[in-house]
DNA sequence: CCAATTCAGGAACGATTGTTCCGTATTTTT
DNA sequence: AAAAATACGGAACAATCGTTCCTGAATTGG
């Protein structure tokens, strides 16, 4: 009876993701958006609604996005803390090849956002939670391996990953270049581990 | 021969630093700049030039507040394992009490504008490496002292804790009101020391 | 073929953006 | 007192904002 969507909506959602990503909330505008996904303001807003829910949208599956492959990780790992500073190089990595340093979606959106608008604050604060479960489970799993050292609780040091995790994200965002930086970082946190 | 200025423009930069600390630079308008400054709209652009200009000043003065304490702190301090404790501590109890959470505003503007205004980025790029400097000299008289391990080099040390102290912020910006998460964090970074 | 649905494109909306300008009031110096 | 300089409030600016709506073409299933 009718016509078929042409474009792929999950397809469009990365488009925003990046867009939103690079530019912020409040730095992309609507033909921002039409240009960089490539569809007609109609179908934008037929589609999505409102910039407001086409941005929890985005956020929203950039989450999932990077839960999972984190969890994933970490869950199959035997040897949690390789996994960990495996982790950490690779962000590091992602933060000196990106050409336009775009830092992490979830800490920019909740820098600029998570005050301002309840909602995005709600997706911000369950993100931390289930981060912290999964790194909290993850350490447990270590420290019963005898990978990861007993002195401070597993909840203790899934805070303080997950921290430093965030800062060095904040670090990229900022345009540090400098691979040293970062790799002292790294060093300094393991050494607690 | 003149009429003598009415208000006075440190206190305004200080008013401005507010506002644009709270809603940041794209959420702040020009009609907020002048309800909160209390300025008439040509009072504030003969004297500031334009927002850009504006924001500038604030955060250069804001740099130039922050930085002097923690500067004076450090150097005057003759334990300066305490001192951190003490700044990281006063940090917390901010992120805490503060009603309308603010986090660290050249942490802020750094998220948000650092990759788009080049300028922005220069004043982000100094306050770093004179914080990294700052906690470096600190840390090598620390260790001097023997108040700190030299298991790590200062430069390291310095880097490390610079970076849980922008994860702080960031918490607190994100809304985070849970001192034990806090608490935890600083527990692991004074662990390495 | 018909009816239904979605597409793209663009015109148009009112609201708000940052900024400029003007007339008037006020204060200072000569 | 006169003259110069600046602050002030508010009107007005063009531009852009997010959003809605309309048009006609395209594609689908019945």
Do not use: P
């Not at 990503?21 to 490539?38: E, F, I, M, P, R």
């Not at 994933?72 to 190089?89: W, Y």
């Not at 400098?178 to 581990?193: E, H, M």
């Amino acid at each position: 009876m009718a016509r078929t969507k042409e474009f792929n909506e999950d397809h469009a959602l990365d488009k925003a993701i990046e867009i939103f990503w690079h530019k912020g909330y409040n730095g992309t505008s609507a033909q921002d958006l039409v240009t960089h996904l490539g569809l007609s303001r109609s179908s934008l807003y037929d589609t999505f609604g409102d910039k407001q829910q086409l941005f929890m949208k985005s956020l929203q599956r950039y989450q999932l996005q990077a839960q999972e492959s984190v969890k994933e990780l970490l869950e199959k790992s035997e040897n949690v803390e390789e996994t960990l500073k495996a982790i950490f190089k690779q962000a590091v990595i992602e933060s000196l090849e990106d050409r336009i340093t775009k830092g992490c979606f979830m800490v920019n959106s909740s820098v600029e956002l998570a005050m301002h608008d309840e909602e995005i604050a709600k997706i911000v604060k369950s993100n931390s939670q289930t981060m912290e479960e999964v790194f909290t489970n993850a350490v447990k799993k270590g420290q019963e391996a005898g990978h990861i050292s007993k002195q401070l609780d597993a909840k203790v040091l899934a805070r303080f990953i997950f921290n430093n995790y965030c800062g060095i994200r904040v670090l990229a965002r900022a345009g540090e270049r400098n691979k040293q930086v970062y790799d002292d970082i790294v060093k300094a946190v393991f050494s607690v581990l």
